[in-house]
């Protein structure tokens, strides 16, 4: 490479890592970094603009336009569907079909024959129809957020230079003031709200809020206690949102604009790694180079053999040798390849549909043969997506812990209804009910109106909004036919988070007993009396949260660990009137939420519901326990916790609650009581002091029956990867469940196990914790009583004989390592190297590598989007093919990422956008069946291309006899087409149908990279075996044939020039033999081997022992001037002088057979030879002994045209041809013509 080739290269990578670090950047920073809760002064300043009065000028638009750009998002760059047009009519097979279609349209013009010009448009129709159908599988529509382009040319409200005044979306900058949006109107950027109508919520169904998000204005304190993640601000609009209520937004600040918002930002990453990815099919590539090989194959033998054509000593005219050419691309090429190809991937795309999978792009089903690991979560399709409480877990009325429901899955509880109402009615268990309805976000039944499918009525009724209050339950159990198995069927559909849906179906079961709760309850509010309610709620969800009004929320934080609600604690819908106390209520992981807990809520004390009592050591230990035991079942542990009131002197109506400082704040954590440590640095004062602990609510999500799917995944090779956000106890409990880990100790156990064995000997610090080899040498040397001791634990604790964890041994500490599943969790992973604890973020490929090589079970917890998208990364790097599913939002981008990218149709729109597969049954086994049905598709693939490609080998054979042994064309083009496109084409269609040879899933995945459809083992076996098998047969079948007719191989190859066959009479050397009539009557008086035949007496017979001892044919000795043109004068074929003019006698430039090489021949005994064999054929005609070419007399031969009498001579001596009949008359020359 010169230092030129060296420098566009190096500037090639350097843009390529240019691009790479922008791509990085998007992913790692927000569009919104401090914007969302920097004052509103400061903020003003640094964009040069004011609430009052938006931009002051026209130069402060312009200058904003050229620093933040437009409010136009960019179209991915996508090529014009002209463009793709042409790529599919001219590319691959179908430019070498226009070549041979030319060819043959030529061929036909020159010789008036109707068959070429047929072949010819044949030949493009099938190349139109086979690109059309080509495109439009390939260019099917994706999903497009067109609402985003769309909202550019809306029309809104700004104030600029102190008025008011409407522009488009388009032109709105950084810096302006947005007036009055309302319901119906896209939010066109990312804005801060400045000012709003109390309870106006946005709904972003792109970043997949299945509920309405309400909104906090900046003069009701929206910017104040904001969260660091942007996304969950109250006082930021995004662009696309959409308010979905009556609600205004007054004033809103526009903060980013085009490509700079978030969804901007998001759809750039997008567009680029589905640029970087090329979504064309891996299939359609793979094929496309196997066409492009064939073609400039076609193209090079081509060339080579109209060279050689035209270096013969006798070379052929130009159109025989485009005749050739034709003959030659139509035989190197599988015509039928890319179309039978397609349609097969078309069938296997209306059987998956059939079974509930439908699949974007149809080339991802053979991808999805090739898929070696499957990524996936809990939530779509391991499940049914709809929680059920399972169990709930509080202090009772004595005071104990106490378990309301089994740990069981929820469809095998067999207590009673009227069981279940007497536990109800403890008051513990009522209190954990509204901690757990006033910590619920906006779940609620849907309306009648949004209840489209009314599959699952009834649901809420505008009208009468407690009709479906009655006491029926929100689901049934039905029983699957096929299985006998039971499932839950949800009678009424929800919205919102599925734990607080299943936290209000719960309610909606049992708010009889809640509503005791609230008859009950007394109330000190800020007055100083007591308050008895006399009147319950009437038990919607949706009025239970407006009894007790939001006064502040903080959404789920992974990092934090729970959501955060601040209500009133006493009735009243208008917080700004209500003075009753408020209440902090929290509720998450409960690993943190017990944390930040210093007492219980103990119905046995003094005060009866209100009685507390501190939380000790030993009940920190119980509480561990039971979340180990519901987690290790796969059920889903929430906590729920909440603050002693606070008192309205110090927690005022105006009071401005913050759960995240700004940076500039001296203090770090909240400024309201979340159960900080007081010890900590920077601890806000009102934060600190111990929350009170309500109790545990344990949801279960009925997961699929997936054992046999699980197993055949095992079978065929494939991992399956939980990432699940819950604990690893929920991790391993729902893997086991589901069947991913079936590993009997899994790391997670061998690490209690070890905790239990240094529980019963004590700890050495002075051992390194992951120091096993050195941890039972100390074991060893403990007195023989002590190790009896841990060994008769260990006996009681796994139920074995002593003898047995002895000779096992459970009696020592085991490396975890040891294990081959791995339950990680995300955010304490222990690193060898550092010998710490990390996140999964900060750990290295090697480590990636080990655990993957060496753990084929893994289930990750704790597990954020970032995580995922790690996973992914890793597992290709191993040179894994993988399958992510996704529903959020946050998906998107590792969908991308992926291989194949699979969601359910619940998902948010920019996750089903990024999706190659859409399971619209929402049935892990779909993602099993669409592996099965890409190997498959794979196996087929292989069958019909090796079928197609087979028949090149002996169309070629036959073409090559032609050229280079100078033998009868065996198939010219109009037979290839006709063997490629109705032969070849039906069967090897049917073959997509065909049932595998061998069970699928028992055989590992194809690797993509190295196992491709065409490989030179399939190659060696259509052309090398099969291939020359066939062209063998066909070549001894024609020689055979032509035989049987009277052509031995000898007189075929003997025969002279090419361009003879068929357009000039054979002349051979008998060795006996007679001459007959057609109808077999013998010339008694003439002797084949001394005389010539007659025209009643034309053919030769050999019956009687002739033989034919040599043929050839006249030689051309004779070529006239002129050219060919269809302008040109008429001949009169009865005038001789017709076929002159100044340049000499014209033949169109043709060479011709003369009178004299006749004479030549049959003065040394060759003489015409028209075989009696010949006659028996099917196609025979007598005609084609002998024709009248000039119908005069003066011109009569003999032995080839019959007499006619005066009469008939005079009607005919004027016939004149012209046109393209004069290049047909002098194709075939005629005997006694010419003479030289």
Not at 487 to 497: D, I, L, P, V
Not at 643 to 655: G, I, Q, T, V
Not at 754 to 781: F, M, P, Q
Request: glycine share 6%; proline share 6%.
């Amino acid at each position: 490479m010169g230092k030129g080739g060296a420098k566009k290269a190096s500037a090639k990578v350097l843009a390529e890592a240019k691009k790479q670090a922008e791509l990085d950047k998007l992913r790692s920073t927000p569009a919104i970094i401090d914007e969302h809760y920097k004052a509103l002064a400061q903020l003003q300043i640094d964009l040069s603009t004011h609430r009052e009065t938006g931009l002051l000028s026209v130069e402060d638009v312009r200058l904003h336009q050229k620093r933040f750009g437009r409010n136009e998002i960019p179209h991915p760059k996508t090529k014009s569907t002209v463009v793709k047009i042409l790529e599919e009519q001219f590319g691959g097979f179908s430019l070498v079909m226009y070549l041979a279609a030319a060819c043959h349209l030529w061929s036909g013009y020159y010789l008036a024959d109707q068959e070429y010009i047929y072949a010819g448009v044949v030949m493009i129709l099938m190349s139109i129809v086979t690109a059309a159908f080509l495109f439009v599988e390939n260019n099917r529509v994706r999903p497009e957020h067109k609402p985003q382009y769309e909202v550019e040319q809306e029309e809104y409200v700004v104030k600029r230079h102190e008025f008011e005044r409407r522009i488009k979306a388009k032109d709105i900058v950084v810096g302006d003031i947005l007036l009055n949006l309302h319901h119906g109107q896209l939010i066109p950027a990312d804005c801060r709200i400045l000012s709003c109508d109390p309870h106006t919520c946005v709904n972003n169904t792109l970043f997949g809020c299945g509920a309405s998000e309400l909104r906090v204005s900046e003069d009701d304190g929206g910017h104040l206690g904001a969260e660091p993640n942007p996304m969950n601000a109250e006082n930021m609009v995004w662009r696309g949102s959409d308010i979905t209520n009556k609600g205004i937004i007054q004033e809103a600040m526009v903060l980013k604009v085009g490509k700079q918002t978030q969804i901007g930002r998001t759809l750039k990453l997008m567009h680029a790694l589905e640029e970087k990815a090329d979504h064309q099919s891996f299939t359609r590539k793979e094929i496309g180079a196997a066409a492009m090989a064939f073609s400039v194959t076609a193209i090079i033998i081509m060339i080579a053999s109209m060279i050689y054509m035209n270096s013969l000593p006798a070379p052929l005219n130009s159109t025989d040798v485009v005749i050739v050419a034709a003959s030659v691309l139509l035989s190197c090429i599988p015509m039928g390849l890319m179309l039978s190809t397609m349609l097969t991937l078309r069938t296997s795309y209306s059987r998956m549909l059939v079974k509930g999978v439908k699949v974007k792009d149809i080339g991802s089903i053979e991808v999805m043969g090739g898929v070696s690991a499957i990524v996936t979560q809990p939530q779509g399709p391991l499940s049914n997506g709809h929680e059920i409480v399972a169990a709930l877990v509080y202090l009772n009325d004595d005071g104990e812990l106490h378990m309301t429901f089994p740990p069981s899955p929820y469809d095998k509880y067999t207590h009673t209804e009227e069981y279940a109402a007497a536990e109800c009615q403890a008051r513990g268990q009522q209190h954990l009910q509204k901690s757990a309805l006033l910590a619920c976000h906006e779940a609620r039944y849907v309306t009648k109106e949004e209840d489209v499918n009314h599959t699952r009525w009834p649901a809420v009724d505008k009208d009468h909004p407690k009709k479906h209050l009655e006491p029926v339950h929100p689901y049934e159990l039905k029983r699957d036919e096929a299985t006998g198995k039971r499932h839950r069927s949800f009678r009424w559909a929800t919205r919102g988070e599925e734990s607080d849906c299943a936290a209000i179906r719960f309610y909606h079961d049992h708010k009889a007993a809640f509503q005791i709760s609230l008859h009950d309850e007394t109330l000190s509010v800020s007055d100083g009396v007591e308050h008895k309610h006399s009147r319950g709620v009437d038990a919607d969800p949706v009025d239970v949260r407006d009894y007790y009004p939001k006064i502040f929320w903080s959404p789920y934080e992974p990092k934090r660990g729970f959501e955060i609600f601040i209500r009133c604690s006493g009735p009243g819908k208008d917080p700004t009137t209500n003075n009753s106390p408020r209440v902090v209520y929290i509720k998450g992981n409960p690993e943190s939420v017990i944390a930040r807990c210093a007492k219980f809520r103990d119905p046995a004390g003094p005060s009866g519901v209100h009685g507390l009592r501190p939380m000790s050591d030993a009940d920190r230990k119980v509480l561990d326990d039971t979340i180990k035991r519901y987690s290790s079942e796969g059920l889903k542990v929430i906590a729920y916790a909440e603050s002693e009131p606070l008192p309205l002197s110090s927690y005022s109506h105006a009071y401005k609650y913050m759960v995240n400082p700004a940076p500039t704040d001296k203090y770090t954590t909240g400024n309201f009581p979340l159960g900080e440590d007081s010890e900590a640095p920077n601890v806000h004062p009102r934060s600190v002091g111990g929350l009170i602990f309500n109790g545990m609510i344990c949801t279960h999500d009925e997961v699929h029956d997936l054992e046999e799917a699980m197993e055949l995944c095992k079978q065929g090779g494939v991992r399956v990867i939980l990432t699940t956000p819950e604990n690893a106890e929920h991790g391993l409990g729902l893997a086991r469940k589901v069947g991913i880990v079936t590993e009997e100790n899994t790391d997670l156990d061998l690490m209690e196990h070890n905790e239990i064995i240094r529980n019963l000997v004590g700890t050495d610090n002075a051992i390194g914790e992951h120091n096993y080899a050195e941890e039972n040498r100390r074991l060893e040397s403990l007195p023989q009583e002590q190790q009896d001791h841990v060994a008769h634990a260990m006996s009681d604790y796994l139920t074995m004989p002593v003898e047995e964890i002895i000779a096992k041994g459970y009696n020592k500490l085991i490396d975890p390592d040891h294990s081959t599943a791995a339950i990680v969790t995300a955010d304490r992973v222990y690193n060898e190297r550092t010998k710490q604890y990390a996140d999964l973020e900060d750990m290295d490929s090697e480590w990636w590598e080990r655990m993957f090589r060496n753990k084929p079970e893994v289930v990750i917890a704790r597990c954020r989007p970032i995580h995922r998208q790690l996973v992914c990364i890793n597992l290709q790097r191993l040179d894994y093919t993988v399958a992510l599913t996704g529903m959020g939002p946050e998906d998107a981008i590792a969908l991308e990422d992926a291989d194949i990218g699979v969601t359910t149709p619940e998902a948010s729109t920019m996750v089903q956008t990024a999706a190659d597969v859409i399971l619209t049954g929402g049935h892990f086994t779909g993602i099993v069946e669409l592996i099965k049905e890409g190997r498959l598709v794979y196996e087929n693939l292989k069958k019909t291309t090796a079928f197609l490609t087979v028949s090149n080998v002996p169309q070629m054979m036959g073409i090559f006899a032609h050229v280079w042994l100078q033998l009868p064309l065996p198939i010219n083009a109009t037979l290839i087409l006709l063997v490629d496109l109705v032969t070849n084409m039906i069967p090897s269609i049917a073959m997509a149908g065909e049932p595998p040879e061998k069970p699928l899933m028992h055989q590992p995945p194809r690797k993509l990279k190295t196992e491709p459809i065409i490989t030179f083992k399939m190659i060696f076996f259509s052309y090398f075996q099969i291939g020359v098998i066939q062209a063998f047969a066909g070549m001894y079948a024609y020689f055979v044939v032509m035989a049987d007719y009277g052509f031995s191989p000898a007189h075929l190859y003997e025969g002279g020039p090419k361009g003879n066959w068929g357009n000039a009479p054979l002349y051979c050397k008998f060795d006996g033999g007679k001459y007959v009539n057609t109808r077999g009557e013998i010339d008694t008086e003439r002797n084949p081997t001394t005389q010539r035949p007659t025209h009643l007496y034309p053919l030769w017979d050999g019956s009687d022992g002739g033989t034919v001892m040599e043929c050839v044919h006249p030689i051309r000795n004779f070529a006239g001037g002129g050219h060919f043109s269809l302008t040109a004068s008429p001949i009169n074929i009865g005038l001789a002088s017709s076929y002159y003019h100044h340049s000499g006698a014209k033949t169109t430039g043709r060479s011709m057979i003369t009178v004299e090489t006749l004479d030549v021949l049959e003065y040394n005994g060759f003489y015409e030879y028209i075989p009696f064999k010949a006659r028996m054929s099917a196609f025979w005609k007598d005609d084609w002994l002998s024709y009248d070419i000039t119908q005069t007399r003066e011109s009569l031969s003999s032995n080839q045209i019959p007499y006619r009498n005066d009469e008939e001579e005079e009607q005919h001596r004027d016939k004149r041809i012209q046109g393209s009949d004069v290049l047909r008359y002098f194709q075939k020359p005629s005997l006694g013509l010419w003479s030289i």
